[in-house]
C-alpha cells in the first residue's frame, strides 16, 4: 500500500513549506454538497484533507464544527454516507492523502476492525480518533495498524516529557500538536508558545509535527509554516460553509488558495523566483 503521508510530507519538505492541512465534515451541509467542497479543498492547494465524521457531542471542537456536526446530522449523514465520500474521493484524487476525525462512538459502533476494513476500502490514510487516549490503544490501534492505517495521535500544551513517550507509542503519520488547551476556533496560540512545543516534539520524535487549533488566517499559517512540518485549519473553513451553504465550494477554494500562497512564500524556491 502506498504511504501517501509520508509521499505528500515528503514532497512539501523538498519544496520547502509546510503541509496545508484542511478539516471539514462530512455531510455539511449535506452529504450531496460534500464532494464539490473537498475538491474545492485540492484545487485550492490543500496537501492533506481531514474529513469530520459527525458526531452528537463534539467535546473538542468549538462553536463552528459543532454547529457542522449539527447541521450535517440534520441532513441525515450516516456513517455509510461518509465511507461512499472517502471511496469517492479517493477515485477522484489517488494521490492527496485523507484522514477521517471523530470520536470514539461512531468508530466503534459495529468494531474496531469493521471500522479498520472499511477504512483500507474506501482509501482512507489516517484516524485522528480525539477521545481514545494512548493507554486505550487497544479499543483501535491494533485494528487500524492491521489494515494499514496510520493512527495519529495528539498531543497538548499540557502534554508534558512524562507524557510524550505515550503518546508517541503507536502513533504514526504524523502528530497534531494542539496549540491551545481548550476547543477548537476560538483561542489563537502565541507565536512563540506554538515554536517552543514543536521545537520539543521535534526533540521526542521523527514524525512530522502538525499544529492546528486556532489557526484563522494566511498570516497564522505563515508564521506556524516556518517552524511546523503541517499547519492545519479547520473552523474558518467551516465558518465559510456555514455561511454559503450548498453554494460554498468556490469561496472555500477562494480561502484555501490564499492560505496555500501563504505557505508558498516559505518556500526557498519561491523566495528566488521573487527576488
Known amino acids: 500500500m502506498t504511504d501517501r503521508l509520508a509521499a505528500r510530507f515528503a514532497a512539501c519538505k523538498s519544496a520547502g513549506r509546510a503541509a496545508l492541512i484542511t478539516f471539514v465534515t462530512a455531510g455539511d451541509p449535506t452529504v450531496a454538497a460534500t464532494p464539490a467542497i473537498l475538491d474545492a479543498l485540492v484545487s485550492g ?32 449523514t450516516k456513517t455509510k454516507d461518509i465511507f461512499h465520500l472517502a471511496t469517492t474521493f479517493r477515485a477522484r484524487h489517488p494521490h492527496t492523502p485523507l484522514i477521517l476525525m471523530g470520536y470514539a462512538n461512531p468508530m466503534l459502533v459495529r468494531g474496531s476492525e469493521w471500522f479498520a476494513d ?10 485522528i480518533c480525539v477521545d481514545i487516549p494512548p493507554e486505550e490503544d487497544a479499543e483501535l490501534g491494533p485494528a487500524l495498524r492491521a489494515a494499514g492505517i496510520h493512527l495519529i495521535r495528539l498531543a497538548t500544551p499540557t502534554t508534558d516529557a512524562a507524557r510524550l513517550p505515550a503518546v508517541l507509542n503507536g502513533a504514526s503519520g504524523f502528530l497534531y500538536h494542539v496549540a491551545v488547551a481548550g476547543i477548537t476556533g476560538k483561542q489563537q496560540a502565541a507565536q512563540a508558545a506554538v515554536e517552543e512545543a514543536v521545537k520539543r516534539l521535534k526533540a521526542a520524535t521523527d514524525l512530522p509535527i502538525a499544529v492546528g487549533f486556532g489557526v484563522r488566517s494566511a498570516e497564522q499559517a505563515a508564521a506556524i509554516g516556518r517552524v511546523a512540518d503541517g499547519v492545519v485549519v479547520g473552523s474558518a473553513i467551516v465558518d465559510i460553509i456555514g455561511s454559503h451553504g450548498d453554494a460554498a465550494a468556490p469561496f472555500v477554494q477562494e480561502f484555501v488558495a490564499a492560505l496555500r500562497g501563504a505557505l ?11 527576488a
Request: net charge negative.
Open 45 to 76: 492547494g490543500a496537501d492533506i484533507i481531514e474529513l469530520g465524521m459527525p458526531f452528537t457531542d463534539p467535546m473538542a471542537d468549538g462553536p463552528a464544527i459543532e454547529l457542522a456536526n449539527l447541521r450535517s446530522l440534520g441532513s441525515g
Open 264 to 274: 508558498n512564500v516559505n518556500s526557498p524556491h519561491f523566495r528566488e523566483t521573487a
Open 118 to 127: 472499511q477504512c483500507r476500502q474506501a482509501g482512507v490514510d489516517g484516524v
